[in-house]
Structure formats: structure tokens, C-alpha cells
């Protein structure tokens, strides 16, 4: 085992500094930028981490093979005008960049990933769910504690998260924490599409997750932190006049069975695919 592997085996993540070129992360951004500018929101769906009003709309459900959009909680005004510029306004972009658009397809399919993927254990690594977040100034939202196994569930569990800073993550402007070892405390929950429609979480394990013990992961641009699924993490609201970009991708084992009741689905057209 590598000293990453046991580093990651021991506290469920790893902070890796200067692994993305700075001009890489700048390319990502401007690719980002051009993409939201280009966007003519005919659907409004509104990105929120409050579990009681997770959006669960068609526009969202369907976004496993599209590049969709998706505003901040704080962006509107009550009679449902944007209350800042566009650009300035969206929370996030997903779910398929990394298959569908030539610029994140390159920055996603790196041999430098595919290597630390292979040392981490997976056998089949599945390029599965991109999204790029942008932690608006001022109104970027807070995200809560949550696994992403609960999201990307598979038999048995395999679900990988990398996480690129493509600017500096302070405390100021949200930056993620995570539970060292709670990687070990079970997955908890599982969000699935429900049987009459929309999307519901089951419970697996009722005991919380202790907030306590958490540590905040300031980065600068161009690191990488890597999650494991089971992994308790979180991070803080924006309140910053400083922007907080980052992309984040996630990957699963092609040998592990991706149950039919997961939310994100794929066109048997566009399956997820590896890093050829």
C-alpha cells in the first residue's frame, strides 16, 4: 500500500497541493463563465442543501447525461426577479461536463487521475457525476454534513469524490470540512427516487453523525482533495465578497451493481465511461 493509500485508508481523505496547473484551473473557469453566459433559463431550478426542500424537479432528475443549470437559494427576490447579474447568480453546473464538453472531458480524463484512482482500489473507475459550484459571493450557500455514498450508492459501496479548488478555500469564503474517520461510521442514508414520483431519502443508520471533530480543509488553487463516500463533510456559506470555484467529480467501480432506485440515471445511449 501506498503512503496515499494508507493516509486515505486511515482518515478517509487527502489533501493533495499544486495537483492541477494554475492554468489549467483558470481554463476551467473561463470554459465555466462562457457556458453560464450562453444560458437562456427557460426552467428555474433552485439548488438547495436543506433536505426538506431538496429540489427534485424534472430539470434535476433528467441531469445525469445533460449539462443543466442551477440557481442559489438567495439569488431571487420575492416576485421571483434575479436579484444580481446571471453570471453572478448560479450555485452550480451539472451533471455530465466531464462527458459532454471537450474542455472538462480533458481536465476529468488526466493520466495523473487515472493513476491515483488505480492506487485508491478501484478496479473499473467509471467517470459517474461532474458538477462545477462556483460559492457565489455573499450568497453562496452553506452545504451540510452529508456522505456522497447517500447520493452515488452502489453494491458494495465504491463511490470516489475529487474535489478541485480552482481558487483559494478559506474559512471566509466556505471552504469544506470533513470528519477525519468518520469514513468508518457507516453509510447512513440512501436518497433514492421514490416510488410515486420525486426523491426521498431512506434511512439506514439513525445514529447522527457527531459535528464535533470536524476540521476545516483551507486550500489553495490547484489542490485536490479526495473523499472517500462514506466520508461526513460539509461546507460553510459564502459570505466573503470572494468567489470559492471549485468542480468536483465522482466516480464509481464498474464491477459493483448501481441499483435501478438511485436518483441519477444515465441514457442507455451515454453510459458513464472510464478515463479512455
Not at 147 to 171: H, N, V
Not at 195 to 206: C, K, M, Q
Amino acid at each position: 500500500m501506498t503512503d496515499r493509500a494508507g493516509q486515505f485508508e486511515q482518515q478517509g481523505y487527502l489533501v493533495l497541493p499544486g495537483f492541477v496547473p494554475a492554468a489549467d484551473c483558470d481554463a476551467l473557469k473561463a470554459r465555466a463563465e462562457e457556458l453560464v453566459a450562453g444560458f437562456q433559463p427557460e426552467t428555474v431550478s433552485v439548488f438547495t442543501t436543506r433536505e426538506q426542500t431538496r429540489t427534485s424537479d424534472e430539470y434535476f432528475l433528467s441531469s445525469g447525461d445533460h449539462i443543466r443549470f442551477f440557481f442559489e437559494e438567495g439569488a431571487f427576490r420575492p416576485d421571483g426577479s434575479l436579484r444580481q447579474d446571471k453570471a453572478l447568480s448560479i450555485n452550480k453546473i451539472g451533471h455530465a461536463l466531464h462527458d459532454l464538453d471537450p474542455r472538462f472531458d480533458r481536465f476529468s480524463r488526466t493520466p495523473a487521475l487515472a493513476s491515483l484512482t488505480s492506487e485508491l482500489g478501484l478496479w473499473k473507475p467509471l467517470l459517474l457525476q461532474s458538477m462545477y459550484i462556483f460559492k457565489q459571493p455573499h450568497i453562496g450557500g452553506e452545504v451540510g454534513s452529508h456522505q456522497d455514498s447517500t447520493f452515488l450508492y452502489t453494491e458494495p459501496l465504491t463511490c470516489l469524490g475529487f474535489w478541485f479548488a480552482l481558487e483559494d478555500a478559506t474559512l471566509e469564503n466556505g471552504c469544506l470540512w470533513a470528519l477525519p474517520g468518520g469514513h468508518r461510521l457507516g453509510l447512513k442514508k440512501r436518497f433514492v427516487r421514490a416510488e410515486g414520483g420525486g426523491t426521498a431519502f431512506r434511512v439506514l443508520d439513525p445514529t447522527p453523525v457527531p459535528e464535533e471533530g470536524m476540521v476545516p480543509l483551507e486550500v489553495e488553487k490547484g489542490t485536490l482533495v479526495v473523499l472517500h463516500g462514506l466520508l461526513p463533510h460539509r461546507s460553510g456559506p459564502n459570505t466573503s465578497p470572494k468567489s470559492r470555484h471549485a468542480y468536483s467529480l465522482h466516480l464509481v467501480d464498474g464491477t459493483a451493481t448501481y441499483p435501478e432506485d438511485n436518483w441519477l440515471h444515465r441514457s442507455p445511449a451515454m453510459p458513464p465511461r472510464g478515463f479512455s
